[in-house]
């Protein structure tokens, strides 16, 4: 079965390319549907909206070198100017993925559902959740990604077990969700191949921040993985992808109508990203804390947005009929270990040595760092504030990220924090301990940096909501009025 799917996807992308050569072949010679490139950027250039079949002339002409990139550029910019409409940002990112092979999950007789988060500090959420899902019987096809820069990245973490690999072919991706019901890897370079090239010409030209073509970029890698469904878990913050709360709604808007748009079954969450969410930042801290919450244990945010999310993707899979069952029955899966027994089959299935298991089962005899340096607070008050996007920089000068993405990562290196907003604290109370490799002198200026990501407060400062709301219908709504509406009526 396995080798007839493959064989399947080799005829989709073999066909698709076919067609997208013989379709610009047709439109560079007149014979109509389709005008020239220069027709269609200019007709995007005065504000024009591209069809279906010009965006994927457009998109499998790119990739199949029949539009040079000075064209595509043009092209780049004039989308990023005047924009697109929900139907546009769809066909681009139906035409990403078709670019590519799309995997077909049908053949597994499971409801599949997935999870896409936009990343931050701390953010150590699939590594909970996606087992914690597969362990109600579901698939999850989970593609992610590594970290660079102040965000880390989900391969990483699960990469601190010795063995574990993320790099799985079709066919093993398709056998572990067959075996296991769940993976956790990176895309494939025939996931949406168009993308990587699409995004070194935006990176050159100043169209990296496009609105559309973000969204393409990301949603046709998660539609690529073929599943019914599909939860956003958009950030906002200082530590956040995209930091102001207006731009981060639009994004979770735009990939909302492009998944909608596209037949899939689709939720969104806004969620915060203005301090480091749970106690630990670095790779293997964050996957403890993980381990942790899969064990009934672990950060209180930490483990409330990894039950507020698996009860929202059972909904969404019609695993339950209403969040407030499906949250009672997350909480009780975290509690009798079905997560946690599920992590441990990932874990094995990716190759997970035994040193690995012994990890999982007693992460107190993980290696330690060859130093640790406690940060404590010069002055009493409440904990007004953390800078999210600092404590990640300072993860990355101890060695648990990346400053480019062919560095190298220390998995022991990190940060443990023993205060967030909200916290008070007497002068000389712990802030924040720090692991690390690095020489003396390095250390202590990443525990300065840290001690000045801690804003004061005189009086008491509430912690900020950890979700602040749901996208239902296309607008958002606060979640405090979403939870309340999903109360039963008093009698």
Same mark, same amino acid.
Request: aromatic letters at 6%; charged letters at 20%.
């Given at each position: 079965m396995i080798i007839i799917n493959i064989i399947f996807l080799a005829i989709v992308v073999a066909a698709a390319a076919v067609e997208a050569e013989a379709e610009w072949e047709g439109a560079q010679c007149g014979s109509g549907g389709v005008g020239s490139m220069v027709e269609l950027i200019q007709k995007k250039r005065d504000g024009g909206e591209l069809s279906?079949?010009?965006?994927?002339?457009?998109?499998?002409?790119?990739?199949?070198?029949?539009?040079?990139? /000075?064209?595509?550029? =043009?092209?780049?910019?004039?989308? /990023?100017?005047?924009?697109?409409?929900? %139907?546009?940002?769809?066909?681009?990112?139906?035409?990403?993925?078709?670019?590519?092979?799309?995997?077909? +999950?049908?053949?597994?007789?499971?409801?599949?559902?997935? *999870?896409?988060?936009?990343?931050?500090?701390? #953010?150590? @959420?699939?590594?909970?959740?996606?087992?914690?899902?597969?362990?109600?019987?579901?698939?999850?096809?989970?593609m992610s990604g590594r970290g660079l820069g102040h965000t880390g990245g989900t391969l990483d973490k699960l990469e601190s077990l010795p063995g574990v690999g993320t790099a799985l072919t079709s066919a093993d991706f398709l056998q572990q969700l067959r075996q296991v019901g769940v993976a956790i890897c990176g895309p494939t370079e025939s996931i949406a191949p168009v993308d990587k090239a699409m995004y070194a010409l935006r990176d050159v030209t100043g169209t990296a921040a496009s609105l559309p073509l973000i969204v393409a970029s990301i949603m046709s890698k998660k539609l690529a993985e073929g599943p019914d469904a599909l939860l956003l878990d958009v950030k906002t913050g200082d530590g956040a992808f995209l930091p102001e709360w207006e731009s981060a709604h639009k994004l979770a808007q735009a990939m909302l109508a492009a998944g909608e748009l596209a037949s899939k079954r689709m939720t969104v969450v806004m969620t915060d990203m203005s301090q480091p969410l749970g106690r630990a930042v670095g790779n293997w801290l964050e996957l403890r804390e993980a381990i942790d919450v899969l064990s009934g244990r672990g950060p209180e945010d930490v483990r409330e947005l990894v039950v507020v999310q698996c009860a929202l993707m059972l909904v969404l899979a019609g695993q339950a009929p209403s969040y407030l069952t499906a949250r009672q029955m997350a909480e009780k899966h975290l509690g009798n270990g079905e997560g946690l027994r599920q992590l441990r089959l990932l874990v094995r299935a990716q190759g997970g040595r035994q040193e690995a298991e012994a990890y999982i089962a007693s992460p107190d005899t993980y290696? =330690?760092?060859? %130093?640790?340096?406690?940060?404590?607070?010069?002055?009493?008050?409440? @904990?007004?504030?953390?800078? $999210? %996007?600092?404590?990640? $920089?300072?993860?990355?000068?101890?060695?648990?990220?990346?400053? #480019? *993405?062919?560095?190298?990562?220390?998995?022991? $290196?990190?940060? @443990?924090? $023993?205060?967030?907003?909200? #916290?008070?604290?007497?002068?000389?109370?712990?802030?924040?301990? +720090? /692991?690390?490799? @690095?020489?003396?002198?390095?250390?202590?200026?990443?525990?300065?940096?840290? +001690?000045? =990501? /801690?804003?004061?407060?005189?009086?008491?400062?509430?912690?900020?909501?950890?979700?602040?709301?749901? +996208?239902?219908?296309?607008?958002?709504?606060?979640?405090?009025?979403?939870?309340?509406?999903?109360?039963?009526?008093?009698?």
């Open positions: 279906a079949r010009e965006m994927w002339a457009v998109v499998s002409g790119f990739h199949n070198g029949a539009i040079p990139d /000075y064209q595509m550029a =043009a092209m780049l910019m004039a989308m /990023y100017i005047r924009g697109m409409t929900d %139907r546009e940002t769809t066909d681009m990112t139906l035409s990403f993925m078709r670019t590519g092979e799309i995997a077909d +999950l049908s053949s597994l007789g499971k409801t599949s559902i997935d *999870k896409h988060s936009t990343g931050g500090v701390g #953010d150590k @959420v699939s590594l909970a959740l996606a087992p914690l899902v597969a362990s109600f019987g579901l698939v999850v096809p989970m290696p =330690a760092s060859a %130093r640790s340096l406690e940060v404590r607070a010069s002055q009493a008050g409440w @904990v007004a504030a953390i800078g $999210a %996007r600092e404590i990640g $920089a300072v993860n990355v000068l101890l060695g648990g990220g990346r400053a #480019d *993405k062919d560095a190298k990562i220390d998995p022991k $290196a990190g940060i @443990v924090l $023993a205060r967030k907003v909200g #916290d008070a604290v007497s002068a000389g109370d712990l802030l924040a301990t +720090l /692991y690390s490799d @690095v020489q003396a002198p390095l250390l202590q200026e990443a525990a300065d940096r840290v +001690l000045r =990501a /801690y804003s004061m407060s005189d009086v008491p400062v509430a912690a900020p909501p950890l979700v602040g709301h749901i +996208l239902v219908n296309g607008s958002a709504m606060p979640w405090s009025r979403f939870v309340e509406q999903q109360q039963p009526p008093a009698s």
